[in-house]
C-alpha cells in the first residue's frame, strides 16, 4: 500500500476532530440540527488553518443519512463518496487553475441540474481570491439568488481581495491560528496512535515552528519521522529542520550586548561552517529579541514555549540589557533581513548588521563632531553671503520705484481694481503748449517706455493673483486628464483599480475635487472605487497628474448629486470657453498697440486739441487708483495730454 502523508491520513473526519476553530464549529453543527443552512459560506483565515477540511466535513454533514448531532456519520454511502472523492453532489474546485470567466459561466451551465443523491448540490471553492474580475462578475448574479438545491462554499487565506459584492452575499466565518497548545496536543495524539516516540520538547518545538498551521505540524512532523528513526527529540527536530541551538543564541547575544565584534565573527563563521544560511541565523536571533521583549513586559506568547529550559537564562539576559536597546537592535536587524534575501553575498551582509547592532545607536554614524561643525560654519557663510547681496540689490533698485511708489500695496485694493481694465486700439498724447522742444519729444519717447515698465511691474502682482484664481479645463482636456489617470495607473500595476474606473467618465473638475460618475449597471467598479485604498490611489494619480492635493468623489449615473456636479461641470467649461474667445480678441487688438506707443511723438505737435484737454482732466479725476498711479507720474513729464494704459488681463491666467 503506499505511504500516505500524515496531514491526509489524520485530515478531521468530523467536527470534534477539528482543533482550535470552536467558534465555527458550533455554529454549523447547530445550523444543520435547527436545518437553518445558508446557501453562500465564505471560510477565511491562514493557511492549515482547516478551511477545506471544514468544508468538506459540513458538505458531508448536509447530506449524510444518519446525521448525528450535527456530526456526519462516515459509514453511510453518500459520506463514503464524499471522502473518497467520488460523489457526484459535492463539487470541489481549485480556482487558482478555475479562475476565467468561461470556468464560471461551466459552473453556471451545471448548477442547473438537480443533486444525484444527497439533499443538496454542494460547490466548494478554494482559493476563491484567484478569481479573475470578470469571473467574480460572472458569478455574482449566481451567488445572489442560486437555486434551491445548491450551496456554495468559498474558501480563502486572502479575504480582502475578494469583492465587497461577493462579501456582502456570503456569511462569514473566521478561522483563527491554532495555538502551540493545541497543536502540540494533537501531534503527541497522532504520534502515539502511529507509534512514534515523539517528546514533548520536540512537539512544543514542531508546533512553535508550525506558526498556527496544523497542516504545517504535521508536514514537520512527517519530514522527521522519514529520517528513518521512531524516537523524535527536540535536537533532531532543530537538525532536520535547519534551526540552531539555543546555547548558540545565547552566546551570540551576549557578544552582541557587549560589542565584542571579535566574537560575533566567529560564532557567525562557526554556524556558517555546520551548514547552516545567514538567512536562517538572522531569523533565529531575530526570534530571540522578540523573547526578551516579551520577557521585559511579562508577556505571554508561543515563542516563550521554546524556551522551557532556558527561561532563567532568559530572564536573566532581559534583565541586562534596555528595551531601548532592543528595540534599535531590532530595528537594525530587520533591516538587513531584507537586505540579505537580495543580495549575492548574504553573508557578508549578516556580518555587517550584527556588527551594526552591537556597535549601538550612538555610534551609529558616519559624520564626526568635526566635521558636522565644519558643515554648520559652512552654511552660516553661505546664509551671509545671501544676506550682502539682497542689501546690496535693495539699496541699488531702478528708478522705476519712485514711479510706482502710489500703486496700492494693499492686496484687497488691488484685488478691487484686478478686473477693471480699458483697452485702447490708439494713444493720443496731444501737446497741452506751442513752443513745445524738440527735447519733449525725447523725454516722451522715455515716459511712454516708462508707463510700460509700470505696466508690466504690476502684471506681476496680477499673475500672482491669477495663479491662485482656479484653473479651467475643457472637454478636450477632461479626456486628456482620464487617459493620463489610466496610464498612471496601469504602469502602477493597479489593474483592478484601473479597469474600474476605465468604466467611468470625468463629470467635473473643480478646484481640487474630482468628480466620477459610472453606470448603474457596473456596481462593482463603483464598490471598489468607494474603498479607502482606491480612492487614495485615484487622488494620489490625479494629484501627480494636476500638481496639486486631489479629492476624488465617485457616484453612480442615477445618483441625484450627480446632476448638480454636471450643471456646475457645463457652467465651468462655458466659462472656459468664454476666457479663451476673449483672450482672442485682445490679443488682437494688443498687436496694434507697440506701433503706436512708437508713434506718440508724432502727436505732439498737435496744437487743436483744447476741449480734449479739458476731458482729458475729468478722465483723470474718473480714473481708479491703479490707472492714477501710472498717469499721474507721465503727466508731470509730459504735459496736460490724454494718456491711455493696456495692461493684458488674461497674461499668466493659463500658465
Keep these: 500500500m503506499a505511504y500516505i502523508a500524515l496531514y491526509r491520513k489524520w485530515r478531521p473526519k ?9 467558534q465555527v464549529t458550533e455554529i454549523l453543527q447547530k445550523a444543520i440540527c435547527l436545518d437553518k443552512i445558508a446557501h453562500a459560506y465564505l471560510f477565511s483565515g491562514p493557511r492549515g488553518t482547516g478551511k477545506t477540511s471544514m468544508a468538506k466535513i459540513f458538505a ?50 451545471t448548477i442547473k441540474f438537480l443533486p444525484a443523491e444527497g439533499r443538496k448540490k454542494i460547490y466548494i471553492i478554494d482559493e476563491v481570491h484567484m478569481l479573475t474580475i470578470e469571473a467574480f462578475n460572472a458569478l455574482l448574479k449566481t451567488l445572489e439568488e442560486p437555486p434551491s438545491h445548491v450551496i456554495f462554499i468559498l474558501a480563502t487565506t486572502e479575504p480582502e481581495r475578494i469583492p465587497i459584492t461577493i462579501l456582502s452575499r456570503c456569511q462569514r466565518y473566521e478561522f483563527h491560528r491554532i495555538s502551540s497548545d493545541d497543536i502540540m496536543s494533537r501531534l503527541l495524539y497522532i504520534a502515539k496512535e502511529e507509534n512514534i516516540s515523539l517528546t514533548v520538547e520536540a512537539a512544543r518545538l514542531l508546533a512553535v515552528q508550525a506558526e498556527g498551521g496544523m497542516r504545517d505540524a504535521l508536514s514537520m512532523l512527517d519530514q522527521c519521522v522519514g529520517n528513518g528513526t521512531q524516537y523524535i527529540d527536540d535536537n533532531m527536530v532543530r537538525q532536520v529542520l535547519g534551526l540552531l541551538g539555543k546555547e548558540w543564541i545565547f552566546s551570540l547575544s551576549t557578544a552582541i550586548f557587549h560589542n565584542q565584534g571579535k566574537e560575533i565573527i566567529k560564532q557567525i563563521d562557526h554556524i556558517i561552517h555546520l551548514g547552516k544560511e545567514p538567512y536562517i541565523i538572522l531569523s533565529s536571533f531575530i526570534e530571540h529579541i522578540r523573547a526578551l521583549m516579551f520577557m521585559q513586559v511579562h508577556a505571554t506568547s508561543d515563542v516563550m514555549a521554546d524556551y522551557a529550559e532556558q527561561m532563567q537564562e532568559l530572564e536573566k539576559q532581559a534583565q541586562s540589557i534596555t528595551s531601548e536597546r532592543l528595540f534599535y537592535i531590532l530595528k537594525v536587524l ?48 553661505m546664509v551671509l553671503q545671501l544676506q550682502t547681496k539682497v542689501d546690496t540689490l535693495i539699496k541699488n533698485k531702478p528708478i522705476i520705484t519712485s514711479v510706482t511708489s502710489n500703486i496700492p500695496e494693499d492686496k484687497d485694493e488691488i484685488d478691487d481694481y484686478e478686473e477693471d481694465y480699458t483697452v485702447a486700439s490708439e494713444i493720443d498724447v496731444p501737446c497741452s503748449q506751442d513752443n513745445i522742444k524738440e527735447a519733449r519729444t525725447k523725454e516722451a519717447k522715455e ?60 463629470v467635473c473638475i473643480e478646484k481640487n475635487t474630482i468628480v466620477i460618475s459610472l453606470n448603474d449597471k457596473f456596481s462593482f467598479g463603483f464598490n471598489l ?8 490611489m485615484l487622488e494620489e494619480a490625479f494629484g501627480s497628474i494636476l500638481q496639486g492635493t486631489c479629492y476624488v468623489q465617485v457616484y453612480l449615473d ?9 450643471k456646475k461641470s457645463t457652467a465651468l467649461l462655458k466659462k472656459n470657453n468664454d476666457n479663451v474667445q476673449k483672450k482672442e480678441v485682445f490679443h488682437q487688438k494688443k498687436e496694434t498697440l507697440a ?25 483723470v479725476k474718473k480714473m481708479n487708483l491703479k490707472e492714477k498711479s501710472v498717469v499721474e507720474p507721465l503727466l508731470k513729464r509730459l504735459g496736460e495730454c490724454n494718456i491711455y494704459i493696456e495692461e493684458d488681463p488674461y497674461k499668466g491666467e493659463h500658465e
Design 14 to 22: 468530523s467536527f470534534s476532530d477539528v482543533v482550535g476553530q470552536k
Design 60 to 109: 458531508r454533514a448536509i447530506n449524510c443519512e444518519h446525521e448525528q448531532n450535527g456530526n456526519p456519520c462516515n459509514t453511510c454511502s453518500i459520506c463514503t463518496q464524499i471522502i473518497e472523492g467520488d460523489s457526484l453532489d459535492v463539487v470541489e474546485i481549485d480556482a487558482a487553475s478555475n479562475r476565467s470567466i468561461e470556468d464560471i459561466r461551466t459552473l453556471r451551465e
Design 334 to 381: 530587520q533591516e538587513t533581513l531584507l537586505q540579505v534575501k537580495t543580495s549575492p553575498m548574504p553573508r557578508v551582509i549578516v556580518e555587517m548588521g550584527l556588527l551594526m547592532a552591537a556597535q549601538g545607536e550612538n555610534k551609529n554614524t558616519n559624520i564626526s563632531d568635526s566635521a558636522l561643525a565644519l558643515q554648520v560654519n559652512q552654511l552660516e557663510n
Design 447 to 506: 515716459a511712454v517706455v516708462l508707463s510700460e515698465k509700470v505696466v508690466s511691474t504690476g502684471n506681476i502682482t496680477n499673475k500672482t493673483t491669477s495663479e491662485k484664481k482656479e484653473k479651467l479645463y475643457s472637454s478636450i482636456e477632461y479626456e486628456e486628464i482620464f487617459q493620463q489617470v489610466l496610464r498612471y495607473l496601469n504602469d502602477k500595476k493597479k489593474k483592478r483599480i484601473a479597469y474600474a474606473f476605465g468604466q467611468g467618465k470625468i
Design 529 to 536: 472605487l468607494k474603498e479607502e485604498n482606491a480612492r487614495k
Design 558 to 566: 442615477s445618483d441625484s448629486q450627480i446632476k448638480a456636479w454636471e
Design 595 to 619: 506701433a503706436v506707443v512708437s508713434a506718440t511723438h508724432v502727436h505732439m505737435d498737435n496744437t487743436e486739441t483744447n476741449t480734449v484737454l479739458d476731458a482729458q482732466v475729468n478722465d
